[in-house]
């Protein structure tokens, strides 16, 4: 008996046709459903995106990018944009590395996003419009995806429904923040750098083109902080023979500008010795760098110079700071001069390491001295040395107290009393903002400087949304009459967006006697070498 034929076959013409349609059908489906949902990316919140161990994207709605230190402040700032959600209102971003393996960074975090909460509180409480919605955007360590962020910030600003009209934040100077930068404004979203110092991410003053069109700055560069350092140090300070030039060089835009800032300082006798190089791995690792410092610290000791200018970051000042305090040749003092990034210094300091610092006979063999951006204690004291000051010199009525030093502090006393009204309310930021470490203050002048513009260019038509280029050609208005008084110093913004001549606190890490120490503020230094002006008016002839 034949077999029977296979079941293909034995179908008829149109069932084969039929057959092989729903076989297709069934395929096609499969890769509409199935394909799109093994592509989709791994996320760790809605819109945020998991690459590695890190959440890279923006939100507005409270979520901490796995950070639980900054959990209540994201809250904050999403409770305060629901608050104002029904009114005439932009979104502006804050764009800084969210999430660390180190508690000290972590707190470093909570501490700006409080300043940016406080900002956007004080900006807000005006009544003005446009109103502030703040974004958090996380470019991951060391913003290296920044290039996503940007992405959807760009995709943001030609929103009708986000309508981002700036970026700020900024934190670490690097080649990678410089891309972001760059990109940002060259797309024509404004951009306020709240905390960067690096030469390398600024426009040059008085260039027909601008590399960064439409970014403002309000601390000082690099190089104006070495000025004003120089300028408080005076000769004695700067005398050749007597510093050294200790340096990282890793590729990093903040430890190369300072490195040349450094260089640039006039000095004055016979040659010192020459440039200590060392090279890190990374901004927060030491690597084989304590075996270097061993080396550097002895050369140092075999030199006359007990001045040592160091240009790198935080993490590895504090090693080489206790490794020359250790030295055989501690019987000098050293003073070790850095630049603003110096301010993270204490909070990674253990009890331990102050004890190194101070030495067993408790007077200090080396004294770590920087140009911090701001600190809480400059306005109180250097008022306080002026009245002194005037007492001795005036003959008639008392004069009134120095604007440079008074609108400031005026600012500081407001800021601290919404931090003491926000407790009174309920609302919890975490903790009570840690002023001394400059971040909570310089991120709150960053966002309060774009909350002004935005209101100047506003007028008095609220339904209207400014547009991006308005609010970049803001940027160089804001000086003389429309100088921002922040907390950190007057803020008046040159026609490229530079601070003018905007004081340094000059800072010194003090061992102190009960195994904690404090950062103690030495005075103010100013990059032209004198105070700013009356009312800010900036000189025609300004480089």
Not at 359 to 382: F, L
Not at 413 to 426: Q, R
Not at 444 to 452: A, F, I, K, N, R
């Amino acid at each position: 008996m034949p077999s029977p034929l296979p079941r293909w076959n034995r179908l008829p013409r149109w069932g084969k046709i039929l057959y092989a349609l729903t076989a297709t059908a069934a395929l096609l489906a499969a890769l509409v459903y199935v394909v799109p949902a093994l592509q989709k990316p791994d996320t760790c919140h809605d819109g945020i995106e998991k690459i590695d161990d890190q959440c890279i994207g923006v939100d507005g709605a409270g979520y901490d990018f796995g950070t639980p230190e900054i959990s209540a402040v994201a809250e904050a700032i999403a409770a305060e944009n629901e608050r104002i959600a029904g009114q005439p209102h932009v979104t502006v971003a804050v764009m800084l590395p969210l999430q660390s393996q180190t508690a000290g960074l972590r707190r470093q975090m909570r501490s700006d996003l409080q300043g940016a909460y406080l900002g956007q509180r004080q900006s807000n409480a005006s009544g003005r419009k446009p109103m502030m919605r703040l974004v958090l955007a996380n470019p991951g360590r060391y913003y290296a995806h920044q290039d996503k962020v940007v992405s959807t910030l760009l995709d943001m600003s030609k929103s009708g429904s986000d309508n981002l009209r700036a970026v700020t934040g900024f934190n670490l100077s690097l080649e990678a923040t410089e891309k972001a930068v760059e990109r940002l404004t060259k797309n024509g979203v404004p951009v306020l750098a709240s905390r960067i110092t690096g030469d390398d991410i600024a426009n040059v003053e008085g260039a027909e083109q601008q590399r960064f069109p439409g970014l403002a700055r309000i601390l000082p560069t690099n190089d104006n902080a070495a000025k004003a350092l120089a300028s408080f140090l005076g000769e004695e300070g700067r005398e050749n023979a007597r510093t050294v030039l200790v340096h990282d060089t890793r590729g990093d835009t903040y430890n190369r500008s300072l490195a040349s800032a450094f260089r640039g300082i006039e000095e004055t006798g016979p040659a010192g010795p020459t440039d200590a190089p060392f090279t890190s791995p990374s901004i927060n690792e030491l690597g084989t760098t304590g075996n270097q410092f061993d080396q550097i610290a002895n050369n140092i000791c075999a030199s006359k110079a007990d001045t040592v200018y160091f240009a790198g970051r935080h993490t590895h000042l504090k090693t080489f700071a206790l490794t020359l305090a250790k030295q055989a040749c501690a019987d000098r003092h050293f003073t070790l001069i850095s630049g603003s990034d110096a301010a993270s210094l204490a909070q990674n300091m253990t009890k331990k390491d102050w004890a190194e610092l101070r030495g067993e006979d408790g007077s200090a063999k080396v004294t770590v001295q920087y140009a911090a951006p701001a600190h809480p204690d400059a306005w109180d004291t250097e008022l306080a040395a002026w009245a002194e000051n005037r007492k001795k010199t005036e003959e008639g009525g008392p004069s009134p107290r120095p604007q440079y030093l008074d609108e400031p502090k005026t600012a500081l006393d407001k800021l601290k009393k919404l931090i003491a009204t926000t407790a009174g309310e309920g609302t919890d930021i975490g903790s009570t903002p840690d002023l001394a470490d400059s971040r909570t203050m310089l991120v709150h002048d960053g966002v309060l400087t774009v909350g002004t513009a935005l209101h100047k260019v506003q007028g008095t038509d609220e339904s209207k949304v400014p547009s991006l280029t308005d609010l970049s050609q803001q940027w160089s208005k804001l000086h003389s009459e429309h100088r921002i008084k922040g907390t950190s110093g007057l803020i008046c913004l040159t026609s490229d967006g530079h601070p003018y001549n905007k004081p340094v606190s000059v800072v010194r890490l003090h061992p102190g006697k009960d195994g904690r120490g404090t950062l103690k503020f030495a005075g103010l230094a100013w990059p032209t070498g004198k105070e700013q002006p009356e009312n800010c008016v900036i000189p025609s002839d300004t480089p």
